[in-house]
């Protein structure tokens, strides 16, 4: 399953740069839950669709700490305080602390950090897509 893990990465890491959009037509545009399910696909893996059902996705393991995040697993954002769920933002482990997402804010695919600052302070846990 390794090698499916850097599929997943290497097929994301392709899309740096590209723009983000709120209405995404993968491979030139994407949100946040589109990136993570396109990177997956290409490693023949089904993940859902949105945020929401990604993080909550019960067919693969939960990931409660950063430190226990492989390159490869789904992290998955609590960036909304005004609903209930955990997960309205999601992305890829890529280790190190860092992480590859579709940005609203920064309008494109980039890479940010988990260990300090914003991304810090939402992470609400992660997915073992690839075991």
Do not use: W
């Not at 940005?103 to 690839?130: D, H, M, P």
């Amino acid at each position: 399953e390794a090698q499916k893990r850097e599929c997943v990465i290497y097929v994301a890491q392709f899309q740096l740069g590209k723009k983000y959009s709120a209405h995404p037509k993968a491979p030139t545009t994407f949100d946040c839950a589109g990136l993570v399910r396109y990177a997956f696909s290409a490693a023949k893996f089904d993940v859902e669709s949105s945020a929401y059902s990604q993080g909550y996705d019960g067919t693969y393991t939960k990931i409660s700490k950063i430190s226990e995040l492989k390159r490869g697993d789904m992290v998955c954002f609590n960036t909304n305080d005004t609903d209930s769920d955990l997960s309205d933002h999601t992305g890829i482990y890529l280790g190190g602390g860092y992480f590859i997402h579709a940005s609203s804010g920064a309008g494109l695919v980039i890479v940010s950090t988990l260990n300090s600052g914003y991304y810090k302070e939402a992470f609400s846990g992660g997915r073992r897509i690839a075991d």
